[in-house]
């Protein structure tokens, strides 16, 4: 600790040490979920007294950047709100429009799938994070067991009964009373999504998403040629929906596909009493909501958000969700809730794979059944905390003036705004150049309003690699603000 800090400055003795402090995790010595000197410790180095310590602690824990641990002491804050102000909530006039980022979407899916590449775009914990071992055991013993049988039929459309009632008891806390019977099994969370909308939507229709939104979301509207309406969305609350409400009244809408928790690509949890909003906007007007909850296991609060589909009395929420996130995104496990739409989605199911893999399936049953689950994610989870605090701090460190990111209570990803003349297009494509992939905001919406964002995923483990990565793109993204 710095001793040059003296007991005779004419400032707050403790504020001075607490800004010392700050400076010192900003500068990469203290990291996310790091324990920092004790009280007594801290007083022998610095030469301040107990008292001015403890007050600087406190100080630094009002200011978010420290927290308490019980009988532990105070560590850094493995999510850090306020080193840099949140992105802004940008305003647009929505209006129905064609989608064509098809190409420059399929660019960076490709990039993302080079093993070389340093990978700050996709959204996927890293393979060390990821139970493998377990999972690779349980393939094993299933198919010794089996003798071949479940390479030689179809498993039921609905997926395997055993898996369901699984993902049933699984998902009893954000879904009460959901049931067996209510879930279909899919080939992961896209194809959920995918046969969801094809269920109550045709070519031509209208379609609600978030601005910005998941990228395939706006693919996949593209696909099917449908229009996207965007309807501007608070990096910390979510979508306007005064702005929708205003919206309904001149455009039929035909769904609304979004993923109010763990949004991607900004990280917000839309507010319980949002949500409520929303569900009384658009039941009345029978309007279908695709609800995307891939990522409501990564929560880093107590217990999981709440969902939309746990607030749906009419069986208009057709939620979706995979293992994807938190178990393995090969064995591409995902499943829907359809509420009132189940025939339809099973019928499209049947006519686009027929079914999910038996193989797949009783693996990941296998898996939920041992009791593993929960073990995992209690380490998924305080892994993914501490690899989301250590890139906002880098990002703080290493940035330009005029950054701003999002702070996400879950999930695995930031969203950071730059200079309004920074375009982010230009960062990936000389990011790219030096192997590092990241998601540009421009692929997030069908205009280039978020032209000065991009998307980094904070799926791997920290490293110096790692913060050498986020040193190297800040200095592209000051050498673009210099030319």
């Not at 400032?11 to 040490?17: A, D, K, N, Q, V």
């Not at 395939?216 to 969305?233: K, R, S, V, W």
């Not at 892994?383 to 250590?390: E, M, R």
């Not at 913060?467 to 210099?482: D, F, K, N, P, Y």
Request: aromatic share 6%; hydrophobic share 40%; glycine share 6%.
């Amino acid at each position: 600790m710095d001793t040059s800090l003296s007991e005779t400055s004419n400032h707050f003795h403790y504020i001075r040490l607490a800004d010392d402090i700050e400076n010192k995790i900003l500068g990469g010595i203290f990291r996310a979920g790091e324990k920092l000197p004790s009280i007594r410790k801290l007083h022998d180095w610095s030469g301040f007294s107990i008292t001015t310590v403890y007050q600087a602690y406190i100080e630094l824990e009002k200011r978010g950047v420290i927290e308490t641990q019980p009988k532990s002491g105070f560590y850094v804050r493995s999510a850090l709100p306020n080193l840099l102000p949140a992105p802004k909530l940008k305003h647009h006039k929505p209006w129905p429009r064609k989608v064509s980022t098809h190409n420059l979407i399929n660019t960076a899916i490709e990039a993302m799938s080079d093993p070389d590449i340093i990978n700050l775009g996709c959204t996927a914990p890293a393979s060390d994070l990821l139970p493998h071992a377990q999972l690779l055991r349980i393939i094993k013993s299933t198919t010794q067991k089996q003798t071949g049988q479940w390479l030689t039929r179809y498993e039921l459309p609905a997926g395997s009964i055993r898996l369901r009632r699984e993902i049933a008891k699984r998902i009893s806390g954000v879904i009460p009373n959901a049931a067996e019977d209510d879930i279909i099994v899919t080939n992961g969370c896209m194809e959920a999504i995918s046969i969801c909308l094809r269920a109550v939507a045709r070519p031509g229709d209208t379609i609600l998403v978030e601005s910005p939104s998941f990228h395939c979301f706006l693919q996949l509207i593209e696909d099917q040629d449908m229009l996207a309406l965007e309807i501007p969305t608070d990096p910390d609350t979510g979508m306007d929906l005064d702005s929708l409400e205003t919206v309904l009244k001149t455009h039929n809408v035909k769904a609304c596909i979004l993923n109010p928790n763990f949004q991607n690509p900004m990280g917000f949890v839309m507010p319980i009493e949002r949500k409520q909003r929303l569900l009384q906007i658009l039941g009345p007007r029978g309007i279908p909501i695709i609800e995307d909850n891939i990522c409501g296991e990564l929560y880093f609060d107590r217990q999981a958000p709440v969902t939309l589909k746990s607030m749906d009395a009419q069986g208009m929420v057709l939620h979706c969700a995979s293992f994807s996130k938190t178990l393995s995104p090969g064995l591409r496990i995902g499943w829907t809730l359809p509420g009132r739409f189940k025939e339809q989605v099973q019928r499209i199911k049947i006519n686009t794979s027929i079914s999910t893999s038996s193989l797949n399936q009783h693996v990941i049953a296998d898996f939920l059944e041992s009791g593993a689950f929960d073990r995992h994610l209690r380490r998924l989870r305080t892994a993914l905390k501490s690899q989301l605090g250590n890139t906002a701090l880098a990002i703080a460190r290493y940035f330009p003036q005029n950054t701003r990111i999002t702070c996400p209570k879950g999930g695995l990803m930031l969203w950071v705004e730059l200079d309004e003349t920074v375009d982010t297009l230009e960062v990936f494509q000389q990011a790219m150049k030096e192997r590092i992939a990241i998601i540009p905001g421009i692929i997030c919406a069908t205009t280039d309003r978020f032209r000065n964002c991009m998307r980094i995923s904070c799926g791997s483990p920290w490293n110096e690699q790692l913060e050498t990565t986020i040193a190297r793109l800040g200095q592209i993204v000051s050498g673009l603000l210099e030319s």
